[in-house]
């Protein structure tokens, strides 16, 4: 297991380096970088000079130098920009460079809210996790339960309803489930219940340690909730095809044949092998939500988590967040998926991975 462990780390390097390649050479490609963000909001009505050569500072992407200067720009004051940028370099230096920073843990300030990067994350980390993992742990305790339930009682009334309810869940997105949660409980139509936005309310700090709590799970009951019901309908179905599958081998027609009690069979002899995907693939699953599948929720709910600070990041061309959200994400995205193969092996020691052909 050492010899499989070590290889999968060292292949974690590779893939992480080919990932920051194909996506810093589509950036290139994508029209609109950070100079001509700020061209932009010098271009318009109000905007001073000052201003712009501010937000410039940290800046960094390549513009068309004939397309602005024939806009009435100084081509002087562009080619200034590039510089502060660093688009007077070539694109492969630029790109070693960055990489250079980032094995270094050094990620460079924002362009447009001049703070660290890593100060923007670690800020917006407690959202983002709070969603991931509250939503995470209440679709598991769901689907696992209710997934071995229609297992057992497959092709029955109660499995036939519940079929209905997971199909509903899975073809309405999850965004779509938090706009009727607004409209029906916070204040949006019908009853004023739950809070709108935030994560906290404004005189959180002057709350007692109770208090914080309630108020904590208060503004997380509706965007967790909407997280869940959109979400826990293939984990449902997972469960049930496992365990499907798992009553019809013919070990627990054996165990059934000795005359074993059905609820050892199902928990003490099926419950371990059914459930190896389903424990096996948390990790990236937590991942999944964490980073992408709360996006619109955090857009809809106004909360500051790393989802909408990345979205944010790609309509402005901040290429520092972009590219140093992307290299972290990545790296944790790829080390978990270790995790996940040694979460497979402590649920089933009988796997061995080392007799695997890489």
Same mark, same amino acid.
Do not use: C
């Given at each position: 297991?050492?010899?499989?462990?070590?290889?999968?780390?060292?292949?974690?390097?590779?893939?992480?380096?080919?990932?920051?390649?194909?996506?810093?050479?589509?950036?290139?490609?994508?029209?609109?970088?950070?100079?001509?963000?700020?061209?932009?909001?010098?271009?318009?009505?109000?905007?001073?000079?000052?201003?712009?050569?501010?937000?410039?500072?940290?800046?960094?992407?390549?513009?068309?130098?004939?397309?602005?200067?024939?806009?009435?720009?100084?081509?002087?004051?562009?080619?200034?920009?590039?510089?502060?940028?660093?688009?007077?370099?070539?694109?492969?230096?630029?790109?070693?460079?960055?990489?250079?920073?980032?094995?270094?843990?050094?990620?460079?300030?924002?362009?447009?809210?001049?703070?660290?990067?890593?100060?923007?994350?670690?800020?917006?980390?407690?959202?983002?996790?709070?969603?991931?993992?509250?939503?995470?742990?209440?679709?598991?305790?769901?689907?696992?339960?209710?997934?071995?339930?229609?297992?057992?009682?497959?092709?029955?009334?109660?499995?036939?309803?519940?079929?209905?309810?997971?199909?509903?869940?899975?073809?309405?997105?999850?965004?779509?489930?938090?706009?009727?949660?607004?409209?029906?409980?916070?204040?949006?139509?019908?009853?004023?219940?739950?809070?709108?936005?935030?994560?906290?309310?404004?005189?959180?700090?002057?709350?007692?340690?109770?208090?914080?709590?309630?108020?904590?799970?208060?503004?997380?009951?509706?965007?967790?909730?909407?997280?869940?019901?959109?979400?826990?309908?293939?984990?449902?179905?997972?469960?049930?095809?496992?365990?499907?599958?798992?009553?019809?081998?013919?070990?627990?027609?054996?165990?059934?044949?000795?005359?074993?009690?059905?609820?050892?069979?199902?928990?003490?002899?099926?419950?371990?092998?059914?459930?190896?995907?389903?424990?096996?693939?948390?990790?990236? +699953?937590?991942?999944?939500?964490? %980073?992408?599948?709360?996006?619109?929720?955090?857009?809809? &709910?106004? !909360?500051? @988590? *790393?989802? #909408?600070?990345?979205?944010? +990041?790609?309509?402005?061309?901040? %290429?520092?967040?972009?590219?140093?959200?992307?290299?972290? &994400?990545? !790296?944790? @995205? *790829?080390? #978990?998926?270790?995790?996940?193969?040694?979460?497979?092996?402590?649920?089933?020691?009988?796997?061995?991975?080392?007799?695997?052909?890489?």
């Amino acid at each position: 297991m050492g010899a499989y462990l070590l290889k999968r780390l060292l292949l974690v390097i590779p893939t992480l380096f080919g990932i920051m390649v194909i996506n810093f050479i589509i950036v290139q490609f994508a029209p609109g970088g950070p100079v001509e963000q700020v061209l932009a909001e010098l271009m318009a009505p109000g905007a001073s000079a000052t201003a712009g050569m501010g937000g410039a500072d940290a800046a960094a992407a390549a513009t068309d130098d004939s397309g602005l200067a024939s806009a009435g720009l100084d081509p002087a004051m562009i080619a200034d920009l590039e510089r502060r940028f660093g688009f007077d370099r070539p694109v492969h230096e630029r790109f070693v460079l960055m990489m250079w920073n980032y094995v270094r843990l050094d990620f460079g300030n924002s362009y447009f809210q001049d703070r660290p990067v890593i100060d923007l994350v670690v800020e917006r980390l407690p959202v983002s996790i709070s969603l991931g993992l509250w939503s995470l742990l209440l679709i598991y305790m769901i689907s696992i339960p209710l997934g071995v339930a229609k297992a057992v009682r497959d092709g029955t009334t109660f499995d036939v309803w519940t079929s209905v309810l997971i199909f509903v869940g899975y073809a309405i997105p999850g965004f779509l489930f938090a706009i009727l949660l607004i409209v029906l409980f916070a204040g949006g139509t019908y009853w004023d219940v739950f809070p709108l936005q935030g994560l906290t309310s404004p005189n959180f700090h002057e709350m007692t340690f109770l208090e914080k709590v309630r108020d904590y799970f208060w503004h997380l009951t509706l965007p967790v909730t909407a997280i869940t019901i959109g979400g826990f309908a293939t984990l449902t179905m997972l469960t049930k095809n496992s365990f499907i599958e798992e009553l019809g081998k013919q070990f627990v027609l054996t165990a059934r044949a000795k005359g074993i009690n059905e609820r050892r069979v199902l928990y003490g002899h099926v419950f371990r092998n059914a459930m190896l995907i389903v424990i096996a693939g948390f990790p990236a +699953a937590f991942v999944g939500i964490l %980073f992408t599948g709360a996006l619109l929720i955090e857009v809809i &709910f106004s !909360l500051d @988590g *790393l989802g #909408l600070l990345g979205y944010e +990041a790609v309509l402005k061309r901040d %290429f520092p967040i972009l590219f140093g959200t992307l290299f972290v &994400f990545t !790296l944790l @995205g *790829l080390v #978990l998926n270790v995790v996940g193969d040694l979460t497979y092996v402590f649920v089933d020691p009988r796997i061995d991975f080392e007799s695997r052909q890489m």
